[in-house]
């Protein structure tokens, strides 16, 4: 099986190349040595992960060929919106290039009539089908360590829940890791875990060094650590890093993440992206006193910072938190908020993420067809999973890794989805 489609590199310009998928081109950086005009690569998140011989290219491209094609059809049919005066005039703008601003998406934000909801929903999916067609990227997350020094409020492996703790040692995240680069196919993982000072520098960089000898996209998602130490594992081979800034209103920042500041997180988001990071960033929706206003400057805040993916989920609230009261969030609610993204940033590459698929057994598929277009896969070993509560029943299938992957793939291929590469 594979979640990555291979393309061709048709032209070179500084550090950038432009790839041909089946006469659809992206522009993607050079992240690898050595390639050059008329080599096949696999990128991911924009990026050219690894280097690939032409005859083995042209194999996995003979099989992908007549599904590339029908994928499209059925994604251009599924994507078309009706009409809607109002509506259509935003979009309108938007067709324009220019931006919408703060009252206007909180209007769409706002919209209540079923009708008009499932417009903006559509209408969404259509900007998403025309500006990035139907590409799709597929990562795999890792959860390493449920051990943490911070006590976000909302978090079930906060410093103070009292639950079974875990660390994976360095040499079994690197074989987690292998196993699913290479056996797997994946082309892209998320390093996760609570900040945990027991991966120190030397473990970080071991950990990294070899992963990204296989050819695969590292994201590191392991909350704030020095500027020094993500530096060093960037020269290691990280090359893109998930850190949400959780919320932009700083009041509630201060409430939910007691000892952190919000400035700090932002700031250090910012120095990820100038240091060459793709980054993915983006917040909670549902937390405590926010407002539909704190939901719109969330989202602009993430494309202020120049998301090269944008994270956000609802809170789940967890039993073992502070916040174990707080209402859980209407499905609904969420895709509205996807589909107010895509407006406010056409070109955003939308991650559905595991907390959104905890409000309803639909939930992925809804979110992909109302302006998302990436999705994770978790890879933890489940003797490990169990324990990454972050909110009860998450990812609690002992499915194996493979149904789950079976079960993405068929999910994406309805949709008409193709796990090719987004650019950037
Ligand atoms: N410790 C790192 C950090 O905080 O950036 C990475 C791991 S943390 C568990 C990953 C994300 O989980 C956080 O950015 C937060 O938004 C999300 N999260 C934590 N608790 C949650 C909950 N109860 N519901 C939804 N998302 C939650
Ligand atoms: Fe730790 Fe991240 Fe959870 Fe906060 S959200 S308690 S930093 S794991």
């Given at each position: 099986m594979c979640y990555a489609i291979p393309g061709k590199i048709i032209e070179i310009k500084d550090n950038y190349?432009?790839?041909?998928?089946?006469?659809?081109?992206?522009?993607?950086?050079?992240?690898?040595?050595?390639?050059?005009?008329?080599?096949?690569?696999?990128?991911?998140?924009?990026?050219?992960?690894?280097?690939?011989?032409k005859d083995n290219a042209t194999r996995t491209l003979r099989i992908w060929k007549k599904q590339f094609f029908e994928l499209?059809?059925?994604?251009?049919?599924?994507?078309?919106?009706?009409?809607?005066?109002n509506l259509l005039g935003l979009m309108q703008k938007v067709n324009l290039g220019k931006n919408l601003a703060s009252p206007e998406l909180q209007r769409l934000l706002e919209m209540r009539e079923n009708k008009e909801v499932q417009l903006l929903l559509e209408t969404a999916n259509n900007l998403r089908?025309?500006?990035?067609?139907?590409?799709?990227?597929?990562?795999?997350?890792?959860?390493?360590?449920?051990?943490?020094?911070?006590?976000?409020?909302?978090?079930?492996?906060?410093?103070?829940?009292?639950?079974?703790?875990?660390?994976?040692?360095?040499?079994?995240?690197?074989?987690?890791?292998?196993?699913?680069?290479?056996?797997?196919?994946?082309k892209a993982l998320v390093l996760q875990s609570g900040e945990d000072d027991w991966y120190d520098e030397k473990k970080l960089v071991k950990i990294v060094k070899?992963?990204?000898?296989?050819?695969?996209?590292?994201?590191?998602?392991?909350?704030?650590?020095?500027?020094?130490?993500?530096?060093?594992?960037?020269?290691?081979?990280?090359q893109a890093a998930l850190l949400r800034f959780?919320?932009?209103?700083?009041k509630i920042f201060a409430k939910v993440r007691p000892g952190t500041n919000l400035e700090k997180r932002v700031e250090l988001i910012r120095y990820l992206k100038k240091s060459g990071f793709?980054?993915?960033?983006?917040?909670?929706?549902?937390?405590?006193?926010?407002?539909?206003?704190?939901?719109?400057?969330?989202?602009?805040?993430?494309?202020?910072?120049?998301?090269?993916?944008?994270?956000?989920?609802?809170?789940?609230?967890?039993?073992l938190t502070p916040l174990a009261g707080q209402k859980l969030l209407d499905k609904n609610f969420l895709l509205k908020i996807i589909a107010v993204t895509r407006l406010a940033d056409k070109n955003a590459k939308i991650l559905v993420?595991?907390?959104?698929?905890?409000?309803?057994?639909?939930?992925?598929?809804?979110?992909?067809?109302?302006?998302?277009?990436?999705?994770?896969?978790?890879?933890?070993?489940?003797?490990?999973?169990?324990?990454?509560?972050?909110?009860?029943?998450?990812?609690?299938?002992?499915?194996?890794?493979?149904?789950?992957?079976?079960?993405?793939?068929?999910l994406l291929y309805s949709l008409g989805r193709a796990p090719t590469d987004l650019g950037i």
């Amino acid at each position: 099986m594979c979640y990555a489609i291979p393309g061709k590199i048709i032209e070179i310009k500084d550090n950038y190349a432009v790839v041909d998928y089946f006469g659809e081109k992206k522009n993607v950086l050079l992240g690898v040595k050595n390639v050059s005009l008329g080599d096949y690569i696999y990128a991911q998140g924009g990026i050219v992960v690894s280097k690939i011989s032409k005859d083995n290219a042209t194999r996995t491209l003979r099989i992908w060929k007549k599904q590339f094609f029908e994928l499209k059809k059925i994604d251009k049919k599924i994507s078309q919106p009706a009409t809607n005066g109002n509506l259509l005039g935003l979009m309108q703008k938007v067709n324009l290039g220019k931006n919408l601003a703060s009252p206007e998406l909180q209007r769409l934000l706002e919209m209540r009539e079923n009708k008009e909801v499932q417009l903006l929903l559509e209408t969404a999916n259509n900007l998403r089908q025309k500006e990035l067609g139907n590409a799709c990227c597929v990562h795999g997350i890792i959860e390493f360590s449920n051990h943490c020094r911070n006590n976000c409020l909302y978090c079930g492996i906060r410093r103070g829940s009292k639950i079974n703790r875990y660390r994976m040692s360095v040499g079994e995240i690197i074989e987690t890791a292998k196993y699913a680069v290479k056996k797997l196919g994946f082309k892209a993982l998320v390093l996760q875990s609570g900040e945990d000072d027991w991966y120190d520098e030397k473990k970080l960089v071991k950990i990294v060094k070899e992963i990204s000898e296989l050819g695969v996209l590292i994201f590191l998602s392991i909350g704030e650590r020095s500027k020094k130490i993500y530096k060093k594992l960037y020269l290691a081979g990280a090359q893109a890093a998930l850190l949400r800034f959780e919320t932009s209103n700083k009041k509630i920042f201060a409430k939910v993440r007691p000892g952190t500041n919000l400035e700090k997180r932002v700031e250090l988001i910012r120095y990820l992206k100038k240091s060459g990071f793709i980054v993915a960033t983006g917040f909670i929706v549902g937390l405590p006193e926010e407002k539909n206003e704190d939901i719109i400057k969330n989202i602009l805040l993430t494309k202020d910072l120049g998301a090269d993916m944008y994270s956000f989920g609802p809170l789940i609230p967890s039993p073992l938190t502070p916040l174990a009261g707080q209402k859980l969030l209407d499905k609904n609610f969420l895709l509205k908020i996807i589909a107010v993204t895509r407006l406010a940033d056409k070109n955003a590459k939308i991650l559905v993420t595991t907390a959104l698929q905890t409000l309803g057994g639909d939930a992925l598929k809804m979110g992909l067809i109302a302006g998302a277009n990436s999705l994770m896969i978790n890879l933890t070993p489940y003797k490990y999973k169990k324990n990454y509560q972050l909110y009860p029943d998450r990812d609690r299938n002992k499915d194996d890794v493979k149904a789950s992957i079976k079960n993405a793939i068929n999910l994406l291929y309805s949709l008409g989805r193709a796990p090719t590469d987004l650019g950037i």
